[in-house]
């Protein structure tokens, strides 16, 4: 039962650099997110997707793109990255139903730029 | 704009030392309020959800309460693996989860 799985867990990226960082549910949740966490700032949005192909905005979504192409599947780039945007990363899922349910989060992707 | 403020920061508990750790919160129409427990290096591990003033859930050592304006955490005598950081988050709208800052727990033998 793996729930949601984050890959890879570390990379190490020079500025300017890309990458895909990929988040895979197996619980056929409807709703995915994306985190970012830092130091003394609590986990901050930077997109959703609400369902199979759509995606939105969040609180900090500059410098990032999602996409989520097939239902389990949330993939979150970098195209030129930054030093700013070194944190840990995590992905989370849930569902709506009657009452609210609680996300469930992956074990996280510990990015730095250098 | 939902904000989340929780408090202490940090909490430097001796085992069997009861505390209560607060979590303010301003919303406008709350739908829940979840906390959460996160281990050093790994993702939040989801602990109770609150939906109403005046409800109550409890889990081991650990019980939750909500008011209109804020929730407690209180830790009844916590031993040392209670030690880790404690989030709570809000939820005002379908989508969004708000979250602060934590509360990180250590417990001393």
């Known amino acids: 039962n793996a729930g949601v799985t984050q890959t890879p867990k570390f990379r190490v990226l020079k500025t300017g650099q890309s990458m895909t960082l990929l988040c895979a549910q197996d619980m056929n949740h409807e709703y995915m997110y994306w985190y970012r966490q830092d130091p003394g700032m609590g986990l901050r949005l930077i997109h959703y997707?609400?369902?199979?192909?759509?995606?939105a905005k969040g609180e900090v979504p500059d410098g990032y793109n999602v996409s989520r192409l097939k239902k389990q599947n949330f993939l979150l780039g970098l195209e030129s990255a930054a030093p700013s945007q070194t944190s840990v990363y995590f992905c989370a899922s849930r569902n709506l139903g009657p009452g609210n349910t609680e996300a469930f989060f992956g074990q996280g992707t510990r990015l730095t730029v250098v | 704009e939902d904000q989340v403020t929780q408090s202490p920061e940090a909490l430097r508990l001796q085992e069997g030392e009861s505390s209560s750790l607060n979590c303010s919160y301003t919303v406008s129409g709350l739908r829940g309020l979840f906390w959460y427990r996160q281990d050093p290096g790994k993702g939040p591990e989801f602990l109770f959800t609150l939906y109403s003033a005046g409800e109550e859930k409890e889990k081991e050592r650990l019980k939750a309460t909500l008011t209109k304006k804020e929730s407690f955490l209180h830790i009844t005598a916590p031993k040392p693996e209670d030690s880790a950081t404690y989030l709570c988050a809000v939820q005002a709208s379908d989508y969004k989860l708000s979250f602060g800052a934590g509360t990180t727990v250590t417990v001393r033998a």
């Open positions: 997707s609400v369902g199979e192909g759509t995606t």
